[in-house]
């Protein structure tokens, strides 16, 4: 390996080894920085593999749902973009095995059909159902949460800010629009888990 390309490894091993330590404590800068970073390429990829732009936006928060839980898993070794794609593609095989009998991977390997390509791109009356039920769920975890963290959550995610916009229309500081989407996310997760149990 000459000199150049060394460089190039220990660079990109210092990084992933940044970003593990990171989600390791849950650092919500940094989860904001990885949000910025790869979120239109993420769901691009959750598009094309859930083949529905709204089955792909919710599993696209859930990736992120995920990454925050799990974030201690990534260990570094890889890149990660990598770990974060294969979270995403296991979601949306999950989900999809939960709807059909066939895998992902038996679909994407059928030569007949274009992957995940429905014939009629409205979403079918079970996505309806569970994005519906899915809503509501979340609706009535939303609203066991303080305001203030349920309005970042709502603005960021229900609204598609963007942090500084979110900031702007708080009146609040960039670093406790950060601080609470952190903290209200972890709330809701934890109510929405508790819901499941």
């Known amino acids: 390996m000459n000199a150049a390309a060394h460089y190039f490894v220990n660079l990109m091993e210092s ?84 709807m059909s009998p066939l895998s992902l991977d038996g679909l994407m390997e059928d030569g007949e059909h274009a992957p995940l390509e429905p014939a009629d791109p409205r979403p079918m009356a079970w996505e309806l159902m569970q994005q519906h039920q899915q809503a509501e769920r979340i609706s009535a975890a939303l609203l066991r949460i303080p305001a ?8 960021r995610f229900q609204e598609g800010l963007a942090l500084d916009e979110i900031s702007t229309v708080t009146r609040s500081p960039l670093g406790t629009v950060k601080s609470r989407l952190y903290r209200g996310l972890n709330m809701l997760m934890m109510l929405l888990e508790r819901a499941q149990a």
């Open 15 to 98: 990084e992933a080894s940044v970003i593990a330590r990171g989600l390791r404590r849950h650092d919500p800068d940094l989860l904001d920085r990885l949000i910025e970073q790869y979120q239109h390429r993420l769901l691009r990829y959750l598009v094309y593999l859930s083949g529905n732009r709204e089955l792909a936006e919710d599993l696209f928060q859930e990736t992120w749902i995920r990454v925050l839980e799990r974030g201690h898993q990534y260990d570094g070794k890889h890149e990660f973009s990598t770990w974060l794609y294969a979270v995403a593609r296991n979601l949306t095989i999950d989900y999809l095995r939960k």
């Open 148 to 155: 203030e963290y349920r309005e970042t959550v709502m603005l």
